[in-house]
């Protein structure tokens, strides 16, 4: 199986920036899409940004279009997501997932971290 592990949450003030990374061991994860999703207390799984295995192919949601970059780093066998310009709407846990299909579907995944939790204050 995939283990997936997030970092880089953390407390930053709008208008700042994170670097979350989303790290695994082994090449069955550089041969995965890797999709990042978001989710606040009481509100579904949110997609926000896929990466397909090549690193060649990427798509954002709209509210992640232009403020976030996701990325494939082989060498350190990670995905990593740069958010820029945080709103207080950013805040949740996020989460990085793994799995066969270029899909935006939380259900289209088959493995997923444990989430880092991001909190942009106002």
């Known amino acids: 199986q995939v283990q997936l592990v997030e970092s880089g949450g953390g407390l930053v003030q709008a208008g700042g920036s994170l670097r979350l990374s989303c790290a695994a061991a082994g090449r069955t994860f550089t041969r995965s899409t890797i999709g990042w999703f978001r989710q606040s207390p009481g509100k579904e799984r949110d997609f926000v940004a896929i990466?397909?295995?090549?690193?060649?192919?990427?798509y954002y949601t709209d509210f992640a279009e232009g403020r976030f970059t996701i990325s494939r780093d082989n060498a350190k066998n990670a995905v990593d997501l740069q958010m820029d310009s945080l709103k207080p709407e950013d805040t949740a846990v996020y989460y990085c997932?793994?799995?066969?299909?270029?899909?935006?579907?939380?259900?289209?995944?088959?493995?997923w971290g444990q989430g880092t939790q991001v909190t942009v204050s106002s």
């Open positions: 997932a793994a799995g066969s299909r270029f899909a935006v579907r939380a259900s289209s995944y088959d493995y």
């Open positions: 990466i397909d295995a090549s690193g060649d192919s990427t």
